[in-house]
């Protein structure tokens, strides 16, 4: 299990992705994004660290979680390729 932060064009629908492998990922990403359209030669991967902290709230001080733990929060973590979440620029 890997994480993998995918997006379209560089900054465009980020999306965090558990999968096996980043064929997986990117595949996955294809299907369930972009619905099948679009081109492979746009899509932008890197691996994400299971200890890197995400922003999850905002709301007077600021919310941090490791990707890791949001899978562990995930009700079908064993489940995969799926989206755990979707990123901001």
């Known amino acids: 299990m890997e994480f993998y932060k995918v997006a379209y064009g560089g900054d465009s629908d980020i999306k965090m992705i558990v999968a096996t492998n980043v064929y997986e990922a990117v595949g996955y990403y294809l299907i369930e994004v972009m619905n099948g359209c679009g081109c492979m030669d746009d899509i932008v991967y890197e691996e994400m660290s299971p200890i890197e902290k995400i922003e999850v709230s905002r709301i007077g001080i600021p919310v941090y979680k490791t990707v890791l733990d949001m899978h562990k929060e995930?009700?079908?973590?064993?489940?995969t390729p799926y989206i755990l979440c979707g990123l901001d620029n």
């Open 74 to 79: 995930h009700k079908d973590n064993w489940l």
